[in-house]
């Protein structure tokens, strides 16, 4: 049986993969498709009350300035900041719903990491934390660039925060690495620093799961699979050591092994006669 049929095989065949994993997976999908449903609307609606919120706000502050009213400026930029984080929180609710419409594109893997790495630099050198990264050539796909961006953007933002109470002496580096082996592109985020439970590995990719406590919504790891694995028929695994690494590897298949892959699918679940 060739690599590909068995990739394929296993999303059929419950023989070929444990009773747990399918289950879970199964559990997994059909929540993230119903809660989609769900928070697509309230996110939508919400999205139309927090903008008067904080223009009113902005005016409201501008004019404390003006009077030089301390007191009411810390006021108002207490509501400045928490409808801003209500604002990334819908945001963030939009992007796992797929209600922010994507376009379908070639997509260069490379290019949108490197744009993402120029982003994050800044934050990553003011932290003490190395961002290293070893590119190597691969293929363009067709895909999702902006969902694609998406993850990687999360990916980044939660390398960095790995290292959020791990003592300053200790050497921070996050490893970006890009490669192209047997019909797939790997694309890998590697740090080493604070890691993830036994216990929780198994759970980051729930929707509302989080181990940020108040500051996570829960989301991101959730909408990086549906982008991952729904819309570029990839995969999102995780490997971690708690209180040491974590690496995840974002696998895609090229243009041959996706042709290959539809192919396959269309013989597997075709009717027989």
């Given amino acids: ?25 199964f559990i997994r999908a059909e929540k993230n498709s119903a809660l989609s449903f769900l928070v697509a609307g309230i996110a939508h609606d919400s999205n139309g009350f927090i903008t008067p919120i904080m223009g009113a706000a902005e005016m409201g502050k501008m ?39 994507l376009t379908r594109g070639v997509v260069y893997v490379n ?5 993402v790495v120029k982003l994050y630099q800044p934050q990553y050198t003011q932290a003490g934390i190395n961002l ?8 363009v796909i067709d895909g999702y660039p902006a969902g694609l961006e998406n993850v990687f953007v999360n990916m980044i933002q939660n390398a960095q925060q790995a290292y959020k109470d791990i003592p300053a002496e200790r050497s921070k580096t996050v490893n970006i690495r890009t490669y192209h082996k047997e019909g797939y592109i790997f694309i890998e985020f590697e740090d080493n620093g604070c890691g993830i439970k036994d216990e929780d590995q198994s759970r980051i990719f729930d929707v509302w799961y989080t181990t940020k406590g108040e500051k996570g919504h829960g989301l991101g790891l959730a909408n990086a699979l549906l982008i991952v694995q729904d819309s570029h028929f990839g995969k999102l ?18 243009a041959q092994t996706l042709s290959l892959m539809r192919a396959e699918t269309f013989r597997i679940v075709k009717p027989k006669d």
């Fill in 1 to 25: 049986m060739s690599d590909i049929e068995k990739e394929i095989k296993d999303m059929f065949d419950s023989e070929e993969s444990p009773g747990d994993d399918r289950l879970r997976n």
């Fill in 63 to 101: 004019r404390a300035e003006k009077i030089g009213d301390k007191d009411l400026i810390t006021y108002f930029d207490m509501i400045l900041e928490s409808s801003e984080k209500l604002s990334e929180l819908i945001n963030s609710l939009l992007d796992f719903s797929k209600r922010r419409e």
């Fill in 111 to 115: 290019d949108i990491l490197q744009t």
């Fill in 132 to 139: 290293e990264t070893d590119l190597q050539e691969v293929p």
């Fill in 237 to 254: 695994c995780v490997e971690s050591e708690y209180e040491k690494r974590t690496k995840f590897t974002i696998k895609l298949p090229d």
